[in-house]
C-alpha cells in the first residue's frame, strides 16, 4: 500500500490511490500524469492500446479542444455588450441576428464601431435592403467609409435580397452585409448562416420578429428603454442564443450621443 | 521617233529596253517620302469615328495613314506610285470611295487635297483650300509662298507677334533668315518653317485601325435552352480570350447578340468595373443574365461583339500604372458586384454619396456602384469639412418628409413625439425660389424611436389650415 489509513481518510487522498491505480481514469488528470510517467511519453503510436485501460474518450480530446476553441470575436466597443456575448464581442464571422419590433432604437448605433473598423478594411461593406435611405453625410460623420459602402435598396424583391445576402456572405470581397428582412424560416437562415462561414463573412439580419430555433451565431432581441436622466440614449438588449453557448442574459445599454 | 519605235522597226526585242521609272514621272522618286493630305471640312471633329471610317478607306491605298487632326488625314504615298501611277491616280482611285461614305455619313461629299514632298506643307495647303501637287521640294517655297501667317500652325501669339512686325504671307518669312528668326520668334516657328519646306520631317500621330473583336457562331442545331447558349458563347469566349492575348489587351465590356430562328435579336450587354479578360468570368456574368432574360425561340446563332479595349496592365506591371488589374489566374470568378449587378441589374446597386449642401436630401444621395471609387486600402474616408454638427442628423433618411399627424398640437408617430432636442435652424435654396426654412429637432415616441422631425416654418406663417406643418424626416437607427 501506498498510503496509510490515515492518509485515506481524506476525500483528496482517496482520489489520489484511486488516480495512482487507473491513470487514465480522469481524462483532466492525463496531462498531470504525462508529465511523470511513462505514459505520457509513448508515441501516439501505442496510446490507444494503453487507453482501453483506462479513458476511452482520451484520444478524443485534442479534437473535441480544438473544436471547442474560441471562435474569434472582435470588440463591440461595449463593455457590457462584450460580456453579455459569449467569446467577448461580436463573432468575426458568422450570421449575427438583431430583432427588435420597432425600427430606430438605436440598432445601428450598437454596430457603429464594428462598422467602423470593417469599412476601413480592403472588404467592402453591403446593406441589403434597408428600410429607408442611408444618409451618407451621417454615417460618414460617425466614421464609416462610405467609399467602400455599397447599397441595394429597398425596392429590391425579396428572393433577389435573399440571393444578394447569401452572395455577399459566400464571398472574400465582402467583409460585412447588412440585411433587413421582416422575417426569415429557419432553413434560410441556416443556408445563410452556412454562406456566411464558406466566405468568412459577418452577416448582420434585423429581423421584427424571432426565428424559433435559429441557426445563426448569435440571436439578440432589442428592445427600447428609457434615457437616461443625463438625457442619454438607453437600449436593452436580451441574448436569445448564442452558438456554443448556452449563456443568455440582458443588459441595458447607454448608447453614445 | 521613239526608241522603241525605232527597235520594232529594227525588228527585234533585244533592241528594247526597259523604260525607267523617271520617264514617264522625272520628278517623284519612290524612295523618298511624297504626302498626300485630305482635309475634309464638313467633318464633325468630336465624332471620331468618322475619321476612321475615312481613314481606313484611305488604307487601302496605303500603310502610312497619319491623323494630323479629326478632320485632316496625310498620307505617306511614296510606296504606292508604282501600282497607281501617279498621284492623280491614287487621288481618282480614293475619290469615289471617299465620296460615297461622306454621303453615308450624311455630309457633304466634298474635300480639298493636296500632295508635296513635305507632310506638313500638304496637310496647310489642304487646310487652306489649295488642291495643288508639288511634285519637288523646290516648288515648296514658291507655292506656300502666298498663305497667310494666320493659316500656320503655330501658338497665337506667335503670330500675334509676327503680324505686328510686318510679317503678314509667308514669302515674308522666306525672305529673312532662318538664324534670325529663330533668335527672334523661337524655335517653334523655325522648326515648322523647316517642316514645310521639307528640311526635317513632321511628327504626327500614326492612324491605326480600331481594334474590333466581332465573331460569331451559328451551331448545325439550334441552340434550346441555356447550356446549350452557354456552350456556344463557351466557344466564342476562347477566342476573344486568345485575341486579347494576342494583342495585349482586355476588356469590360462584352455585347452579346442572340438571334432566333424568326430572325429576331436579343442583346445581351455585360459589364464589368474592373477590366476581366477571363472567360470564366464573362461566361458566369451571361450565365446570370441568362437567368432573367427570357428566350422564346431557338437561337441560330451567336454574335460577340467586343470594341472597347484596354491595356493590360497587371499589377506591378509598370510603375505609373495606377488602375489596379487582376492577373488571369487570380481571377476566376467575376467581382461581387459584378455578379450582383448580372442578376439584378445595374440599377439596382448603389454606392453612397455624399456632398456638402444644407439640404439632407441633397447632400446624401445614391449614385451607380460602376461610378463609385475604387476603393484603395489607404483611401480615407470623405469627412464633412465641419459642415454638419457631430451627431445632428440620422443614419437613415427618408426619401421625401412626411408629413406628421398633430394630436393636441403636438406631432404624432406611431404615438405622441416628445422633443428631445432642438432647435437647428435651417434655411437654404433662397436662390432658386423654392426656399427652405425649416427648425429640426430630434424626437422621441413612447415606442422608444428616435426621430428627426422638423416644422415647416413657410407653412406655420400661412394662415390656419388643415395641412400639417410638420414633418418626418430622418430615423436615428
Redesign the interface.
Known amino acids: 500500500m501506498l498510503f496509510t489509513e490515515n492518509q485515506l481518510n481524506k476525500p483528496q487522498d482517496k482520489l489520489k490511490q484511486l488516480l495512482a491505480e487507473t491513470p487514465g481514469l480522469w481524462r483532466g488528470n492525463q496531462r498531470e500524469h504525462g508529465q511523470n510517467s511513462q505514459v505520457g511519453r509513448q508515441s501516439n503510436a501505442l496510446r490507444p492500446s494503453i487507453q482501453t485501460s483506462g479513458d476511452l474518450f482520451a484520444d478524443q480530446e485534442p479534437i473535441m479542444a480544438r473544436e471547442q476553441s474560441p471562435a474569434p470575436t472582435l470588440s463591440t466597443g461595449f463593455s457590457d455588450l462584450d460580456q453579455l456575448l459569449p467569446g467577448g464581442g461580436w463573432p468575426a464571422s458568422g450570421l449575427v441576428e438583431i430583432i427588435s419590433r420597432h425600427k430606430a432604437i438605436g440598432e445601428l448605433q450598437l454596430l457603429m464601431p464594428l462598422l467602423r473598423l470593417r469599412s476601413h478594411q480592403p472588404q467592402s461593406l453591403l446593406w441589403i435592403t434597408p428600410p429607408y435611405k442611408l444618409h451618407g453625410p451621417a454615417l460618414a460623420e460617425s466614421g464609416v467609409n462610405i467609399r467602400n459602402s455599397f447599397v441595394i435598396p429597398a425596392q429590391t424583391r425579396c428572393n433577389h435580397a435573399l440571393w444578394s445576402i447569401e452572395k455577399a456572405l459566400q464571398s472574400t470581397e465582402c467583409g460585412m452585409v447588412l440585411a433587413w428582412q421582416n422575417w426569415l424560416g429557419g432553413r434560410v437562415i441556416r443556408r445563410l448562416q452556412m454562406a456566411a462561414c464558406e466566405g468568412k463573412t459577418l452577416g448582420v439580419l434585423f429581423h421584427q420578429r424571432p426565428t424559433p430555433h435559429s441557426p445563426a451565431t448569435v440571436q439578440l432581441e432589442l428592445s427600447a428603454a428609457p434615457d437616461t436622466d443625463d438625457g442619454y440614449r438607453q437600449i436593452g438588449i436580451r441574448l436569445l442564443r448564442a452558438k456554443g453557448s448556452h449563456r443568455q442574459g440582458e443588459i441595458r445599454l447607454r448608447l453614445p450621443g | 521617233m521613239s526608241a522603241n519605235k525605232r527597235a520594232l522597226k529594227q525588228g527585234g526585242a533585244p533592241f528594247l529596253k526597259a523604260i525607267p521609272l523617271s520617264f514617264n514621272k522625272p520628278a517623284l522618286l519612290t524612295n523618298k517620302p511624297f504626302w498626300y493630305a485630305l482635309h475634309f471640312p464638313f467633318l464633325n471633329r468630336h465624332v471620331h469615328t468618322h475619321v476612321d471610317e475615312l481613314a481606313s478607306i484611305c488604307q487601302s491605298v496605303s500603310d502610312h495613314v497619319y491623323l494630323p487632326g479629326q478632320d485632316t488625314l496625310a498620307i505617306d504615298i511614296r510606296g504606292s506610285l508604282r501600282l497607281f501611277g501617279s498621284p492623280r491616280g491614287l487621288s481618282r482611285t480614293l475619290r469615289p470611295k471617299l465620296e460615297d461614305k461622306l454621303r453615308q455619313l450624311e455630309l457633304a461629299p466634298l474635300y480639298t487635297e493636296a500632295a508635296s514632298p513635305s507632310a506638313s506643307a500638304s496637310v496647310l495647303l489642304a487646310r487652306t483650300g489649295h488642291t495643288v501637287l508639288i511634285q519637288q521640294r523646290d516648288g515648296l517655297r514658291s507655292e506656300l509662298g502666298g498663305l497667310a501667317i494666320e493659316f500656320l500652325a503655330v501658338d497665337k501669339a506667335i503670330k500675334k507677334r509676327l503680324a505686328s512686325c510686318g510679317l503678314h504671307y509667308l514669302r515674308d518669312l522666306w525672305r529673312l533668315p532662318s538664324a534670325a528668326l529663330r533668335l527672334r520668334f523661337g524655335r517653334e516657328l523655325s522648326d515648322y518653317l523647316s517642316q514645310l519646306l521639307g528640311e526635317i520631317n513632321t511628327s504626327m500621330p500614326r492612324w491605326h485601325e480600331p481594334l474590333v473583336f466581332n465573331r460569331s457562331i451559328s451551331p448545325d442545331a439550334h441552340a434550346e435552352t441555356p447550356s446549350d447558349i452557354l456552350w456556344l458563347a463557351r466557344q466564342l469566349l476562347e477566342q476573344m480570350v486568345t485575341f486579347l492575348h494576342q494583342h495585349h489587351k482586355t476588356t469590360d465590356h462584352l455585347h452579346f447578340e442572340l438571334t432566333d430562328i424568326t430572325l429576331q435579336s436579343q442583346i445581351i450587354e455585360l459589364h464589368t468595373r474592373k477590366p476581366v479578360r477571363e472567360a470564366a468570368v464573362w461566361l458566369m456574368l451571361l450565365e446570370l443574365k441568362l437567368q432573367k432574360a427570357v428566350i422564346a425561340r431557338s437561337i441560330k446563332s451567336i454574335h460577340l461583339i467586343c470594341s472597347n479595349f484596354l491595356d493590360y496592365l497587371p499589377e506591378g506591371a509598370h510603375p505609373s500604372c495606377k488602375t489596379v488589374q487582376l492577373t488571369d489566374s487570380d481571377k476566376t470568378t467575376p ?3 459584378e ?2 449587378s448580372a ?2 441589374g445595374k440599377e ?7 456632398q456638402e449642401d444644407h439640404d ?1 436630401v441633397i ?4 449614385q451607380a ?1 460602376e461610378h ?2 475604387t ?1 484603395r ?1 489607404h ?6 469639412r465641419g ?2 454638427p ?2 445632428t ?7 421625401a418628409p412626411v408629413p406628421l399627424a398633430i394630436r393636441q398640437q403636438k406631432p404624432v408617430y406611431l404615438s405622441p413625439l416628445l422633443l ?1 432636442r432642438g432647435p437647428e435652424r435651417l434655411e437654404t435654396r433662397w436662390w432658386t425660389g423654392q426656399d427652405i426654412q425649416r427648425d429640426y429637432y430630434v424626437a ?1 415616441n413612447m ?5 428627426w422631425i422638423f416644422r415647416d416654418l413657410k407653412r406655420s406663417r400661412e394662415p390656419a389650415t388643415a395641412k400639417s406643418c410638420w414633418f418626418l424626416q ?4
Open positions: 467581382a461581387l458586384l455578379l450582383l442578376r439584378l439596382a446597386i448603389f454606392s453612397i454619396h455624399q439632407p447632400a446624401g444621395h445614391y456602384y463609385a471609387y476603393f486600402s483611401a480615407k474616408s470623405p469627412r464633412s459642415f454638419l457631430a451627431g442628423q440620422p443614419c437613415l433618411l427618408l426619401p428631445v422621441r415606442q422608444g424611436m428616435r426621430l430622418g430615423l436615428f437607427a
